[in-house]
Nanobody, 120 residues
Framework: QVQLVESGGGLVQAGGSLSLSCEASGSTFSIVAMGWYRQAPERPRELVAT???????NYADSVKGRFTIFRDYAENTVYLQMNSLKPEDTAVYYC??????????????WGQGTQVTVSS
């Protein structure tokens, strides 16, 4: 089992910044990647940014140049620095941890979600 604890959501004006954090605990040895996803009302959950164990990053086109994902090795924590926020960024943001399975597949664990609201 992997537990993910998120923090850092809130209300911010357009053009402002927020930082999200996600601390992983439990069977963290099996994690091969971590990332952030978001879900707005009536929209499907979408990828925001991911960071593999090897350091490879992947960003949604809509956040490239504005968001940065990085990790603290000592604390098993992944962060999402969000700059130049837009109202379109308003969503519930979920931390994700992808775990390798003995069968060769993968399984995702999710945080509880944190609300990010960007006002006009």
């Amino acid at each position: 089992q992997v537990q993910l604890v998120e923090s850092g959501g809130g209300l911010v004006q357009a053009g402002g910044s927020l930082s999200l954090s996600c601390e992983a605990s439990g069977s963290t040895f099996s994690i091969v990647a971590m990332g952030w996803y978001r879900q707005a009302p009536e929209r499907p959950r979408e990828l925001v940014a991911t960071l593999s164990r090897g350091g490879t990053t992947n960003y949604a086109d809509s956040v490239k140049g504005r968001f940065t994902i990085f990790r603290d090795y000592a604390e098993n924590t992944v962060y999402l620095q969000m700059n130049s926020l837009k109202p379109e960024d308003t969503a519930v943001y979920y931390c994700n941890a992808r775990n390798a399975l003995p069968t060769g597949g993968a399984f995702d664990f999710w945080g509880q979600g944190t609300q990010v609201t960007v006002s006009s």
